[in-house]
């Protein structure tokens, strides 16, 4: 069976558990904090990172890694799309949204979540205020252009959508949202993947876990 | 026709050439420096990184990303390996050696090339003494440990073998050389590698291209 190495919260890991949610498949968590010095670990992921599995004698890690062998592993339903050109663009939005996008949103969630709850510090304010309002607007207008007003990008809910949108479900915790009036296709996208009840499920699971469930 | 943004050099424009080339696919290269402010460039890819490519109405980034791609459009001969469990490995090391392996080499290649040929400054010889005696070690034993004695990771030379080493080919433009008794078979792939008849022809462009071609 495999085993997912990783915890709630992460917007990587959260894609894999989704992915097997959705394919169906089996898999046991096995609770790990990323760069947590664990040197066990570090045999497994020698960059410290999650998520990583094992299937068998398996071992990968990185999120992009994982949900392409969940893939091949169990075809059916398709989380990414068939023909050559839109994979290579699934391929390149699910990297975009897993570098840059990521980076930008993790460090709003990081500032404004993670400070004040995690380490008892202040947000540095100023550095969440360059993201909002200088480096994500370009991102956000690329996106808007890539991104349909209504339905996911290939037709059906992929990996692609998850990942453009898994880290600003990051930056919703620390409370910020894509403004609907700017960029209606890019916070329409939000909501309809918040709404595949397999994302809805693991989104409830990790508010738990990160204490401010309902 | 394929058109290739980027320059000679990058360890990731450096695998689109020579996967391209192995191919035998036809394409064009368009001179585009990294980061560059380039508004117009911008519009190709967002994050302003190389590589990027057209292909028709097709525009993606990142040399995974254009690497897969490449596979599917052009699938002989096979640069990725076909059975699951081997290209999830693939994917990991190609993942991995545009990473983590990356960031490590080209902090190097930055620093002792960089530094003193293009922006006529010292190298910071404490960063490179920390990244040689402290964050590579562990990363080479691991790779060690992956890597065959003779041949190739998946037998015939693919893309995982060439996104391990490619950036330790720019490391050893800043006189940095795996040590081959401490690493024999991390040492011997990058030997190997080199002598890939393609990869040997784009590295002797490239070192014509920065200058210190023979």
Redesign the interface.
């Known amino acids: 069976m495999i085993k997912v190495y990783g915890v709630h919260g992460s917007p990587f890991v959260r894609k894999v558990f989704i992915a097997l949610d959705i394919k169906g498949a089996p898999y046991e968590i096995v609770r790990q904090m990323p760069f947590s010095g664990d040197e066990e670990y570090?045999k497994i992921n020698?960059?410290a990172k999650v998520p990583s599995i094992t299937?068998g004698?398996?071992t990968?890690?990185?999120s992009?890694?994982?949900c392409?062998?969940i893939e091949?592993?169990y075809p059916e339903p398709a989380l990414y799309p068939a023909h050559?050109?839109d994979?290579?663009?699934a391929?390149?939005y699910e990297?975009?949204g897993g570098?840059?996008v990521t980076e930008l949103a993790t460090g709003i969630f990081f500032q404004r979540f993670m400070r004040p709850f995690a380490f008892k510090q202040d947000p540095d304010e100023e550095l969440v205020s360059k993201i909002i309002d200088k480096q994500l607007p370009?991102?956000l207008d690329?996106l808007e252009e890539q991104i349909p007003s209504n339905g996911f990008i290939f037709g059906d809910f992929m990996l692609a959508d998850l990942s453009i949108v898994s880290p600003f479900i990051n930056a919703s915790y620390a409370n910020y949202h894509v403004d609907s009036a700017t960029w209606p296709c890019v916070a329409g996208l939000i909501e309809r993947v918040k709404a595949v009840p397999q994302v809805a499920a693991v989104l409830k699971k990790e508010a738990e876990a990160m204490g401010f469930g309902k």
Do not use: F, G, H, S
């Open positions: 570090k020698p960059l299937d004698d398996l990968i890690a990185d992009k890694v994982i392409r062998y091949n592993a050559a050109a994979l290579a663009r391929d390149w990297e975009m570098t840059y370009p991102v690329y």
